[in-house]
């Protein structure tokens, strides 16, 4: 497989893989930009919604994309087209398990098709995961296909730029202090607000800040990690959120609400010093995100890399004046693009080292998220 059409196949008709307004990442979109695909299949029990997303598509200037698309309800007409790639972008509550019916990656790379699979990778607890995680590596080293998990900021580049400063430091990370603000306040999608549907928003959202803390630096030690969280139902009110839109918490008590600030701190097992914060607090639909990194001599910090044009600061002992500051500046870096084009060479190339987050990796860092969810 080189250079031929790829014949894909994607696994739900929602937002991650078909878009929605104002979210800017969603995977057919940039899939179809890159070219060279034929999509065979969506899978998704809400027909309505996937005809929907099928018709729009046929509309669109990439309708030749579709010109061979089918709908199924189930998975098993997926498998019997037996794609040459799938993307799947459905809730992690329904994937992510060895329980019937759930082992969507499972199934797909018995039959040898390779996998891009969302992260979080499940809502189990990671004692639980586990055996899932080991069946489904063995069945892709059986099969020889390529899995990718949607860690996009390991192909983002600035942190690939921080990454090779650190290297070229050669010391130790001394620190990382990474910072996620949410912006609730258009918020649509109640399940996000579930802990038993979502994981909650280390799980599920901050996990990419813990997972890009980790391929910077490296594993962290848990037994040195603590968490504190801000709740709806702290007596100081503080917790309370006036602006939730579409009723999203009414169906949910507040012993169940999701945190609305988490903040962990660790330590690495061979460097120094972790911290995360999340909170929900920002108006609108803009989060803000920032990630500094200091070692003896140097520090970085990566400026709000969610947006088309993000800066990496860097501070140097080895600059002319180690008081000013360099920026280098990325501007329009699509990582969910690269991450994108990046599976598709694997998939021809049948090359899973060219993927920077595979499916064992991607568990370590759903591991670290529920180290931090649990010890509150």
Same mark, same amino acid.
């Given at each position: 497989m080189t250079s031929e059409v790829l %014949? #894909?196949?994607? $696994? @739900?008709a929602?937002?991650?893989?078909?878009?929605?307004?104002?979210?800017?990442?969603?995977?057919?979109? %940039? #899939?179809?930009? $890159? @070219?060279?695909?034929d999509v065979v299949c969506i899978v998704d029990p809400d027909t309505a919604q996937a005809e929907r997303v099928l018709k729009a598509r046929k509309e669109s200037a990439h309708s030749a994309c579709y010109k061979n698309c089918k709908l199924f309800k189930e998975l098993s007409g997926l498998i019997s087209l037996k794609p040459d790639a799938v993307f799947i972008g459905i809730p992690p509550a329904y994937r992510g398990s060895l329980a019937s019916g759930k082992d969507i990656e499972l199934q797909c790379v018995r039959a040898g098709i390779n996998v891009f699979v969302e992260k979080p990778l499940s809502v189990a607890p990671p004692e639980e995961f586990e055996p899932y995680v080991e069946a489904v590596e063995k069945a892709c080293k059986e099969n020889?296909?390529?899995l990718s998990?949607?860690?996009?900021?390991?192909?983002h580049a600035g942190f690939m730029k921080m990454r090779e400063l650190i290297q070229q430091h050669g010391g130790k990370v001394m620190a990382v202090?990474?910072?996620y603000y949410f912006a609730y306040t258009s918020s649509l999608n109640k399940f996000w607000w579930n802990h038993d549907l979502s994981g909650g928003p280390i799980v599920e959202q901050a996990t990419h800040f813990c997972d890009i803390s980790r391929f910077l630096v490296g594993d962290i030690d848990t037994s040195t990690l603590h968490t504190i969280t801000l709740d709806d139902s702290d007596p100081s009110g503080a917790g309370h959120l006036a602006y939730n839109s579409n009723e999203a918490e009414v169906d949910i008590l507040p012993k169940d609400r999701i945190p609305r600030v988490t903040m962990s701190h660790w330590k690495f097992e061979n460097a120094g010093l972790g911290t995360l914060m999340h909170s929900i607090a920002l108006p609108g639909t803009r989060y803000e995100a920032n990630v500094d990194v200091q070692l003896d001599?140097?520090?970085l910090s990566m400026i709000e890399p969610y947006e088309k044009t993000c800066v990496l600061r860097m501070r140097s002992i080895d600059s002319k004046d180690p008081n000013c500051d360099q920026d280098f500046t990325f501007a329009d870096d699509d990582t969910y693009l690269t991450e994108l084009r990046t599976f598709l060479q694997a998939?021809?190339?049948r090359d899973q080292s060219l993927i920077k987050s595979s499916y064992r990796d991607a568990a370590k860092t759903y591991a670290?998220?529920?180290?931090?969810?649990r010890k509150q």
């Open positions: %014949r #894909l196949g994607f $696994i @739900g929602g937002a991650i893989n078909f878009g929605r307004h104002p979210l800017p990442w969603d995977h057919a979109s %940039r #899939l179809e930009t $890159i @070219g060279g695909i020889g296909v390529v998990v949607g860690y996009m900021f390991r192909y202090n990474a910072r001599g140097l520090k998939v021809r190339k670290m998220t529920w180290a931090i969810r």
